[in-house]
Structure formats: structure tokens, C-alpha cells
């Protein structure tokens, strides 16, 4: 196997005995391409030593602090007090079981706007920086493993064994497919045969997963209908309902509130998350209020099951605006505009403000997209702050830090999608969600990167060094985590949360000590590619 080795790869740092001034670190900012890879919406570098001239690297540092900080509140918001209500929504309403329908739509949703998003560090212009996109996708599938399993076994719980070793199974074979093919040196040119072998090697990801993902919704849908009690069918009695009621759905017109008052109670924020602490409610009413008014909350503990007409409507307005960040072409985005204004033109039309509609899991789903996408602003915001002083404060091979830093944003979001799953006793969907984002990364890493031009004439290689000792380890923390659930009844017990811990806390460890040259990595037996 070869691997591409990025060290020589201008990096965004200043020589650590250098006096870095404003004027040098502003140069660095605007010359160093590396530095602004990540950058999404601000390039933080720019604003602060060209704009602000702060004088030392440490207040940047302060700042960069209190950015996360704020970053990680908001995504806190978002994902309770949005994602989550919708979620579980879904979960409730739809006819199968729990495992099966949080392992369906949790990843596809939790990460639409990922893959649907233009990554630059693919970008033609560098190159010598697309392995960051594997190191990536390899840091998160043992990010997203590890942190749900941590969140699951501080709870406890007890898993069926056929489907612990299905989900585990499916796992690591797909780990050891992906493995095989990203070792490979690809050449990608005209008329190549590695062309229409990586497309071969694309569509049996996609033909394996999506056969997998059939078989569970049968499976899941014929389980859900035997476990129903059997009883007679009730017919509807149109002559109480009121005049229109049979055009505009089964659930007749409530008049305990008015349209003023029911909007009232889905932006009063105070009240919506009463289970946080009072200065954290209080620090988020304004934020609050503002993001309730475009993104919907579907849930059975608000009045009217959570319908809003107006929020809905204006919800499919805004879509296409929050959207445009994630780099869509223009026809691809003017189709969706076109999309979604009909479908908020057809909602204002075929529902009243008053009365709840049929298909309510309608409106959660999209809730749960537009959550899920201004969720993923935020997670590459974090990701670029992180980047940025990570890269210029301690000067950590590129690769290196998109394995141990980057999906802090996911992995934060997911341990609070578990926990609160967990409150709800929902316990076959908590396990659900985190098999659902680990199999999804794994099956879909490929794909992204064949679609997103990681690969190509110029790009041969992905794999370093590092990302090489990653994969070694996602196998050593599926396999040993599956020996000792096995071991212990199918439980997820605390132990396992202990054990996971020292095993993450030895693998960030062994990651720095290659990073200063102390020992050789896990791949360093094979041959090493440099880039020109």
C-alpha cells in the first residue's frame, strides 16, 4: 500500500520562535492557502490580524474560546429544542419499529446537508489537501461509535443479539471494504480501467446499502403490524363536525386559543425550555425567538400537537435562502426554490391555522431537514475556528487534526439526540440512532468521495499515515466493544463507557507522539508516497 505524505505541505503556522506580530500573521492569512480550507461563512484569520490587528496569538486565542462557546450553545438549542421534538415525532408516527425508523432517517437526515454541501478542501486548487476530506470521514465514524456507545452504556442498556451482531457485522464489513478500496492508487484519465473500476466499487456501496436498508423496512414494517392489537375499525361520524371539516382533514377546528396566542406559545422560549437552566433561557430568548419563527416543532407535549400554519409556510419559504451556503449549482438550488414555494403555497391553502392536520409527520420531517441544515452551519463554523488556532498556535500536521478535532459539532449533537432519547425511555431508538450515523459514514465515505472529485488524474492517493492508524483503530474499538457486549449479556454497561475512554485517551495520545516524530505510525511499514 502507498500512502501520500503531507508533511511538507505548506501549513497555515509562523516558526514557533518567531515574535508573530499582527502584520506576519495577516500575511500568512491572506498568502497560505491551507489556512483558509475549512473557512465557510468568516475566515476568522483575516478579520481579527488584518482587520482588528490583535497583537498576540493568545487573545486570538480568548476569542476563539468564547466562538465555540457560542457556537456550541446554539447547536445546543437547535438540537433539543428542534431536532430532537421532531425526531421523536417521526419515531412515534411511523408504522415500525423503533430501532428501525431511527436507523432509517436518523442518518440521512443528521447528515443531508454534509453531503449535499461543496467541500473546498476537494477543490482542484488543492490537491496537496484532499486527504483531509478521508481523515475526516475517518475521524468521524470513530467519533460518532465511540461517543454513542459512551452515551449508551452511562444509561445501560440491554440489545437483542441478533440484531447487535447484524448492526456490528454490517459494520465491520463495510470498515474492511472501505479499507480495501482506499488503499488503492487510483489514475483516473480518459479511457482508464480504474475509472469504471471505482465506479464498480461506488455502486456496490450503494446497491449493498440500499438493499440492506430494504430488507429492514420490511422486516421492521411486517413486526410493527403483528404487534398491534387486533380490533374492529371505527368509521368517522361527519355529521359533528363542522362545515369544511371533511375537505380540510379528520381533526375537527380547536377554539381554546386564537392564531396571536398559539403563535405566542411556540416562540415564548422561556417556557418551551423550562428544563434548562434559567440563565441559560434567558441568554437564548432572543435566538429563540427568532428560530422558532422559521424552523417548526412538531410534538405531542405542545398544544395542537405543535402545529403552526404560519411558521410551516414561512419554514418552505426561507428553505432554499438557508440553503445556499451549502453550495448548490444554480439550477439544482433554482429547482428547489421552485419546490418549495409550491409546497408552501399548496400547505397555506390546504390546512388551517386552527386545526391540526392529518399528516402531521409531514411537517416534522421538514422541521427535522431545516434543523439539520442550520445545524450543520454551525458544525463547519466550529470546525473552522478549531482549524484555524489549532493550526497557527500549535503547527499539528493537517491530517492529524481532522482526525482528533474536527466533527466536534456531530459528535456534540449526537450525544444530546441520545440523551434525550434516552429521558424519553425510547431506548431501542437511542441504539438505533448510533448504529444509524456510524453506518451511514461508513457506506457513504466512498461515494462522497468519488462524486466530490477526491479522486482523480492528479489526486491519486487519500491515505496518509495517520488516517491509516485511525482506520487500525475503528477495527479495535468495533471489534473489542462487540467481545465485551458479547461477554456481558448484550448489556452496555459502565465498564464499556471506562474502557472506551482509556482506549480513546491512548489513541489521542499515539497520534501526538507521531505527530513529534516519538514513534513510528501504525502504516509506516509500507511504502511512502511524497507529493511534487
Not at 165 to 174: D, E, V
Not at 333 to 343: D, F, I, Q
Not at 470 to 487: A, D, K, Q, Y
Request: proline letters at 3%; hydrophobic letters at 50%.
Amino acid at each position: 500500500m502507498e500512502f501520500m505524505d503531507i508533511s511538507t505541505v505548506p501549513r497555515c503556522s509562523l516558526p514557533q520562535k518567531l515574535f508573530r506580530n499582527a502584520n506576519q500573521t495577516c500575511a500568512l492569512a491572506r498568502t497560505t492557502r491551507s489556512c483558509g480550507s475549512f473557512v465557510f461563512l468568516i475566515n476568522y484569520l483575516d478579520v481579527f490580524f488584518c482587520l482588528f490587528k490583535l497583537p498576540a496569538i493568545s487573545i486570538y486565542g480568548l476569542i476563539s474560546a468564547f466562538l465555540l462557546m457560542v457556537n456550541f450553545s446554539l447547536l445546543f438549542m437547535l438540537t433539543k429544542y428542534f431536532f430532537v421534538p421532531n425526531l421523536e415525532t417521526l419515531i412515534e408516527f411511523a408504522p415500525m419499529t423503533m430501532f428501525a425508523i431511527s436507523f432509517l432517517i436518523f442518518g440521512p437526515s443528521f447528515l443531508i446537508s454534509y453531503y449535499n454541501s461543496s467541500w473546498l478542501v476537494c477543490d482542484p486548487e488543492r490537491g496537496s489537501l484532499s486527504p483531509l476530506q478521508f481523515s475526516k470521514m475517518v475521524g468521524d465514524i470513530m467519533r460518532y461509535f465511540v461517543i454513542g456507545v459512551m452515551v449508551l452504556s452511562m444509561q445501560g442498556y440491554r440489545a437483542e443479539g441478533v440484531t447487535l451482531w447484524s448492526c456490528m457485522t454490517f459494520i465491520l464489513t463495510g470498515m474492511g471494504y472501505l479499507y480495501v478500496v482506499t488503499k488503492k492508487s487510483y489514475q483516473l484519465k480518459p479511457m482508464d480501467t480504474d475509472l469504471h473500476l471505482i465506479k464498480f466499487r461506488v455502486t456496490v456501496f450503494l446497491y449493498t446499502f440500499s438493499l440492506v436498508l430494504l430488507v429492514i423496512v420490511v422486516a421492521s414494517y411486517a413486526t410493527f403490524q403483528r404487534s398491534l392489537p387486533k380490533g374492529t375499525v371505527t368509521t368517522e361520524n361527519y355529521l359533528d363536525m363542522d362545515s369544511g371539516d371533511e375537505i380540510l382533514g379528520k381533526y375537527q377546528k380547536q377554539k381554546v386559543f386564537s392564531r396571536r396566542q398559539l403563535w405566542l406559545r411556540a416562540v415564548n422560549g422561556y417556557a418551551n425550555m423550562k428544563d434548562s437552566h434559567v440563565v441559560y433561557r434567558v441568554l437564548m430568548l432572543p435566538i429563540f425567538f427568532m428560530v422558532s419563527n422559521f424552523i417548526p416543532v412538531i410534538s405531542k407535549d405542545r398544544f395542537l400537537i405543535g402545529w403552526n400554519k404560519y411558521v410551516n409556510c414561512l419554514c418552505l419559504t426561507v428553505l432554499p435562502f438557508i440553503c445556499l451556503p451549502q453550495g448548490f449549482q444554480a439550477a439544482s438550488w433554482l429547482l428547489m426554490l421552485l419546490v418549495c414555494w409550491t409546497l408552501s403555497i399548496l400547505a397555506f391553502i390546504s390546512t388551517h391555522s386552527l386545526r391540526r392536520p392529518d399528516n402531521v409527520w409531514a411537517f416534522a420531517l421538514l422541521g427535522l431537514i431545516i434543523s439539520s441544515v442550520a445545524g450543520n452551519l454551525l458544525s463547519r463554523e466550529i470546525e473552522n475556528v478549531t482549524w484555524q488556532y489549532i493550526s497557527i498556535q500549535f503547527d499539528v500536521k493537517p491530517d492529524a487534526t481532522a482526525l482528533m478535532y474536527f466533527g466536534l459539532g456531530e459528535m456534540f449533537s449526537v450525544a444530546i439526540v441520545v440523551r434525550c432519547l434516552q429521558r424519553r425511555k425510547m431506548w431501542d431508538a437511542t441504539f438505533g440512532v448510533v448504529m444509524s450515523i456510524v453506518t451511514y459514514a461508513i457506506f457513504l465515505a466512498f461515494p462522497l468521495l468519488f462524486y466530490q472529485g477526491c479522486f482523480s488524474s492528479s489526486r491519486s492517493i487519500i491515505t496518509t499515515a495517520s488516517t491509516e492508524t485511525g482506520i487500525h483503530f475503528i477495527f479495535l474499538i468495533v471489534s473489542t466493544s462487540l467481545l465485551h457486549i458479547s461477554m456481558s449479556g448484550y448489556e452496555f454497561r459502565i465498564s464499556l463507557f471506562y474502557y472506551l475512554l482509556i482506549l480513546t485517551v491512548f489513541y489521542v495520545t499515539l497520534q501526538w507522539m507521531i505527530h513529534y516524530d516519538w514513534m513510528l505510525s501504525l502504516a509506516t511499514l509500507h511504502n511512502i508516497r511524497t507529493t511534487n
